[in-house]
């Protein structure tokens, strides 16, 4: 089964019990023939099935789901997956879990039971405490022909806390099923993400007092997996239901019906925060105030104050995943996860008379817009918004130390942001996506050659999310780990390259660029022959091997950010010595990818500038080829190289 917990809302995946015809065959036939269907693969589910039931208990709305896996393993290898395991936490209580092998036994099977069950918590990096544990077992033989069954029953105590179902698993499934009962008062919608090519099969179906939702899905490959690619919910197809509308004393009570109603849900998990003003943090907000010569600048200097003195701690324990602490306790202690951070914030910003808002939004992990799905599955992070105009947004996320004023941090752009305006009203906005120059790295450098080795003295200048990058990397280095980093960064032409000296400047200053000055060897670099001599310029070539297989890749590319990139090389000429070939310039430009390499004399130096782009976030396959042409040219241009000839007596 390998249960993959995709965010703190994202819990198990399921099933339940189903007699197929393939269960009936005799073992040796089920083996045959799975092995016939699916000659490359190391197992395959015959049977994965989510059995949900909605009941309504006085005012309550209770949930349980009863799951079912089985697997046949179908090759040796397959004994990867005789270790397992099932998720529960707050939200999805285990509540009876069986797991068995069944042993080929003439024309039948042998179950051998689990008797051993571990549980632990699960510890996720970056995350300091997270209520979510698991249950661990190891099937006993597995072997081919061995299949391994599971049924667990989990119960959710809020029903608005559901988990998704994804009919495909990491090894193919031949069969996927949701089966939902709920009563007929109880109203429940669902959305199908990922499903174009998918024939999900649904089917409603009235039974006494009851509703029964069914979908299912025959022969699911497994997805793709490919490297770099975006979290499993942008392209693996999965449902999400949810209860948009119960019955209460006799009337109609909205759940999930809508954004008003997520709002609802987390507005009443703010509504009692920061009732008791503390006074020392009113004493720190009075002196940030000082000689503030705007409204922006108190904002700035609030943001960038909790950036450096609360230290960020995820803390997830049930509701207190989405209660924040209050501003005074955040204070006190210095630390607190994205939540207690963004209302530190915000009351901080209350503190010093500037209107902030608090505010929901997904990550770029998750795929879902408000408008398609409001559901807490939509959304994973908690920030702050400031309004300096109306309309205009300047997005407080203070969980990353680095992010200068003015900058989202690069893990909500493109993102939906739900803003409290105030205890009964919200607004939907848009974080935008950083241009590419907002994002830039300039190196410029003077080179000459000493036999052949080429010196070179410069400075590289990060801005923008490579800085912010850069500057996470350095942060706490002792001078032996930060020069081998900086080694790293430089690094250029071949192994042979060694840097002499450097300094780092701004590595703490969010609004300055963060400056490397370097002073480098690089021996064996040049090619002398005869009387000539071969210099490529090029000393580093992003990009040039990253040629897309669209035959063989299926997935988008992620990329983090968009960023555009300048290097300017002064090469001297050495005494003695003509230019006797000087690379013909090139550019070329696409949407996605794009550069221009542009080389001249001057005096007793050659001048190559070279700038270099990316400019999406998601590569789609369609957009492969254009990618690939300019991958094609760039690398042929990297190629191209300078020929000096020594001059005749």
């Known amino acids: 089964m390998m249960a993959n917990k995709l965010t703190c809302w994202l819990g198990v995946l399921g099933g339940l019990l189903l007699t197929l015809p393939t269960l009936a065959q005799q073992p040796l036939q089920a083996l045959v023939a799975a092995q016939k269907q699916y000659p490359d693969e190391k197992a395959v589910y015959l049977d994965y099935r989510e059995d949900v039931t909605v009941e309504l208990k006085g005012d309550s709305v209770q949930v349980l789901a009863r799951h079912h896996y089985d697997m046949l393993h179908l090759a040796p290898q397959s004994a990867l997956y005789a270790r397992d395991k099932v998720y529960s936490s707050h939200f999805n209580r285990l509540q009876k879990l069986e797991a068995r092998t069944l042993i080929p036994a003439g024309n039948d099977y042998k179950a051998l039971r689990i008797s051993d069950f571990k549980e632990k918590f699960e510890v996720q990096e970056g995350i300091f405490f997270d209520d979510t544990r698991y249950t661990t077992w190891t099937f006993p033989a597995v072997a081919p022909g061995v299949r391994t069954v599971v049924d667990y029953t989990v119960r959710h105590p809020d029903a608005r806390f559901l988990s998704p179902f994804y009919f495909a698993n990491h090894v193919p499934t031949r069969h996927a099923e949701v089966t939902l009962t709920a009563p007929k008062s109880v109203k429940i919608s669902y959305k199908l993400f990922n499903v174009e090519k998918t024939p999900v ?244 450098s003077t080179v000459a050659l000493s036999g052949t080795t080429l010196k070179g003295k410069g400075q590289l200048a990060l801005s923008g999310y490579p800085k912010i990058t850069q500057a996470y990397a350095l942060d706490g280095l002792d001078k032996t780990e ?95 010595y003509d230019v006797e070939y000087l690379p013909a310039n090139a550019s070329t430009k696409e949407d996605v990818l794009g550069f221009s390499i542009r080389y001249e004399r001057k005096g007793n130096k050659i001048v190559q500038e070279k700038d270099l782009y990316v400019n999406y976030l998601l590569l789609q396959p369609a957009e492969f080829a254009k990618w690939n042409t300019v991958v094609d040219k760039l690398g042929a241009a990297y190629r191209d190289v300078i020929i000096l000839k020594k001059k005749k007596v």
């Open 482 to 576: 930060e020069t081998k980093y900086v080694k790293r960064v430089l690094e250029r032409g071949n192994n042979k390259f060694f840097v002499d000296s450097y300094a780092v400047r701004n590595v703490a200053a969010r609004e300055q660029p963060l400056t490397i000055d370097y002073e480098y060897r690089l021996q064996d670099y040049v090619q002398q022959v005869d009387d000539e001599i071969y210099l490529n310029l090029n000393l580093e070539q992003p990009y040039a091997n990253d040629r897309i297989d669209a035959d063989k890749r299926r997935l988008p590319l992620y990329n983090e950010y968009t960023h555009s990139d300048r290097t300017r090389t002064e090469f001297e000429i050495p005494a003695g």
């Open 201 to 444: 099969t649904f089917t409603k179906q009235e039974k006494g007092s009851s509703v029964v939702y069914r979908w299912t899905v025959d022969n699911m490959p497994s997805p793709s997996r490919d490297d770099d690619g975006p979290e499993i919910a942008y392209y693996a197809p999965h449902l999400v239901y949810y209860v948009e509308e119960v019955p209460a004393a006799g009337q109609p009570r909205k759940m999930l019906s809508g954004v008003p109603e997520l709002f609802s849900l987390y507005s009443g998990f703010v509504a009692n925060l920061d009732k008791k003003e503390s006074p020392a943090l009113r004493r720190v907000v009075d002196s940030l105030a000082v000689g503030a010569a705007s409204e922006e600048e108190r904002v700035r200097r609030v943001y960038y104050w909790v950036q450096d003195h609360v230290r960020y701690v995820a803390f997830e324990n049930g509701l207190r995943g989405f209660v924040p602490a209050d501003a005074g306790q955040v204070y006190a202690r210095r630390f607190g996860d994205c939540k207690d951070m963004a209302n530190l914030t915000h009351e901080m910003l209350r503190m010093a008379g500037v209107k902030s808002y608090l505010t929901w939004i997904g990550t770029r992990a998750l795929p879902y817009r408000y408008s398609e799905l409001a559901t807490p599955g939509v959304d994973n992070h908690m920030i702050a918004t400031w309004e300096p105009k109306p309309g205009q947004y300047v997005f407080l996320d203070a969980t990353s130390k680095h992010n200068p004023f003015n900058m989202p941090t690069s893990m909500i752009q493109g993102k939906e942001a739900l803003l409290a305006l105030d205890g009964k009203n919200c607004k939907v906005v848009s974080v935008p996506v950083m241009d590419k120059e907002k994002s830039h790295a300039v190196d410029i």
